[in-house]
């Protein structure tokens, strides 16, 4: 398990903790793929794996034009194919692959800077 350091100025979302295939945001906890926002909590995004990251679930996260989005998922670094990223260039958004960890990490110093960052975490079933 790993808690994070609370560091929230102002009402956003912040990610607690980290546990095996568990992931707490503010109070809510999460076993399943969710994204998050400063002010977004959407616990319904159908993506378990960087295989199912396509245009239909990209798109979403495209409108809501982030300047940075992060793909926090699994214990070792992995990356979506060009194709999904290049989604992502051509709207002139930033994308991160990482850890869950480092994902929610570097999420949590993006809401301490009041930065329009979105976070797509992705838990296994």
Same mark, same amino acid.
């Given at each position: &398990?790993?808690?994070?350091?609370?560091?929230? /100025?102002?009402?956003?979302?912040?990610?607690?903790?980290?546990?095996?295939? *568990?992931?707490?945001?503010?109070?809510?906890? !999460?076993? +399943?793929? !969710?994204?998050?926002?400063?002010?977004?909590? =959407?616990?319904?995004?159908?993506? @378990?794996? *960087?295989?199912?990251?396509? =245009?239909?679930t990209v798109e979403p996260l495209v409108?809501?034009?982030? #300047?940075l989005v992060l793909i926090g998922i699994?214990?070792?670094?992995? %990356? /979506?194919? +060009?194709?999904?990223?290049?989604? %992502? !260039? @051509?709207?002139?958004?930033? *994308?991160?692959? &990482?850890?869950?960890? +480092?994902?929610?990490?570097? !999420?949590?110093?993006? &809401?301490? #800077?009041?930065?329009?960052?979105?976070?797509? &975490?992705? *838990? /296994?079933?």
């Open positions: &398990m790993l808690n994070l350091t609370e560091n929230r /100025p102002g009402n956003h979302h912040y990610i607690r903790q980290i546990d095996d295939g *568990l992931v707490v945001v503010n109070d809510r906890a !999460f076993s +399943a793929s !969710f994204l998050v926002g400063a002010r977004l909590l =959407e616990d319904h995004w159908p993506v @378990r794996s *960087l295989a199912d990251l396509d =245009e239909a409108a809501l034009q982030p #300047e699994g214990s070792r670094p992995q %990356f /979506p194919d +060009a194709r999904v990223q290049n989604l %992502f !260039f @051509r709207h002139g958004i930033g *994308l991160e692959c &990482m850890t869950l960890v +480092a994902a929610a990490r570097t !999420f949590n110093v993006l &809401m301490s #800077e009041d930065r329009r960052a979105l976070a797509g &975490m992705i *838990l /296994p079933d």
